[in-house]
């Protein structure tokens, strides 16, 4: 029997930054975001030797340790081993033998939620493979909790929902943890035309996400005026987002995005590089309308909106950044998991 699972990875359309605390917390945060046809993978393979084998299989490393109630958090394969850790701590299982292979179809570090999305696709397949009482808020909050709370990664929530629902979705993020997944239902030939208008662009760069989202965080804390405003403007330019979305008004996204560019900017410190900058204004003198960083900045993706047949241009001034374009659609669904 082999345990599989895959979690589609996201892009953030509008109001990224906004779910991290402390500013979720203090003044609500809203955040529009659509899955893709990225994935992260995981298979679950049980054994009964006493054993555990860890295989990252787009990294190229592996990790082999006895089975034990709690595995040690020393460095090494940390987020998968905590997983497991929970898995157990929750549910009161005996030590369980297994190996588990996973793959992510983007690099970490590339702004499209590969940490998050690994992590709820490894957990799903622990619910299919143990059979776990747990639904979908369940596992993005078990996700969140694993991520942020026992391994005090920084970042925010959005992600860990995004894999599990899937699609196109307004969130909103409040005190004590409160989420709220509002799901949208967009039409095919819309979701069709937007995927078509979208240029992914991947700088061949990668970041560590943690240091811009502590002095996001640091920012709210010190009460920041700069940073706290762009953060409400960014709040703003997800509702406007939703909006344009659902009347159809897929020029006036691009404008939008254009707009949160500058606040996006404002938040911390490294979220734009010169290389972003020069990225940017190449895409918009060949068409885009706007764009927008994935994830927390300073690495990774980047996309444009491009209208009409504009994407042809785009992607050609875009050819002397080195990097690629990755083609991608929209999905309607999020974590899937099987067994045979």
Same mark, same amino acid.
């Given at each position: ?164 629902? +899937? &699609? ?5 993020? *409040? ?7 509002? %799901?949208?239902?967009? =039409?095919? @030939? ?99 309308? +706007? &764009? ?5 900045? *300073? ?7 491009? %209208?009409?047949?504009? =994407?042809? @241009? ?27």
């Amino acid at each position: 029997m082999i345990i599989r699972s895959k979690a589609p990875l996201r892009l953030g359309l509008a109001g990224g930054g906004t779910d991290v605390s402390p500013f979720s917390d203090m003044f609500g945060g809203a955040v529009l975001n659509a899955t893709i046809s990225l994935y992260a993978y995981a298979d679950i393979v049980p054994k009964n030797d006493g054993m555990i084998k860890f295989c990252l299989k787009d990294k190229g490393e592996e990790y082999v340790c006895k089975s034990e109630k709690t595995l040690a958090i020393n460095g090494e394969i940390d987020l998968l081993k905590a997983i497991y850790n929970r898995v157990l701590q929750d549910f009161n299982f005996s030590p369980l033998s297994f190996e588990l292979h996973t793959y992510v179809d983007a690099p970490a570090g590339s702004g499209l939620g590969t940490s998050s999305t690994l992590v709820v696709a490894v957990l799903g397949a622990f619910v299919q493979w143990l059979g776990l009482p747990l639904a979908e808020y369940d596992i993005a909050n078990l996700a969140y909790s694993i991520e942020r709370e026992d391994l005090q990664l920084a970042g925010g929530k959005q992600d860990q929902y995004a894999a599990t629902f +899937g &699609g196109f979705n307004f969130m909103e993020f *409040g005190a004590e943890g409160k989420v709220i997944v509002n %799901p949208l239902r967009i =039409r095919s @030939n819309i979701l069709n035309e937007l995927s078509r208008s979208i240029v992914l662009f991947y700088t061949d760069t990668s970041r560590d996400s943690a240091k811009i989202i502590e002095q996001q965080q640091q920012n709210v804390k010190d009460n920041n005026n700069k940073s706290i405003e762009a953060m409400q403007r960014l709040k703003e330019q997800a509702v406007m987002m939703k909006e344009a979305l659902l009347k159809n008004s897929l020029n006036d996204m691009g404008k939008i995005l254009n707009l949160g560019w500058e606040y996006k900017k404002r938040m911390a410190k490294g979220i734009s590089t010169q290389l972003f900058e020069d990225v940017y204004q190449a895409a918009l003198e060949a068409g885009a309308l +706007g &764009g927008k960083i994935s994830g927390a900045g *300073g690495g990774g993706y980047i996309f444009f909106y491009c %209208p009409d047949e504009t =994407r042809y @241009n785009v992607i050609k001034a875009l050819q002397c950044f080195g990097g690629s374009v990755r083609r991608f659609e929209f999905t309607k669904h999020g974590l899937v998991t099987w067994q045979f």
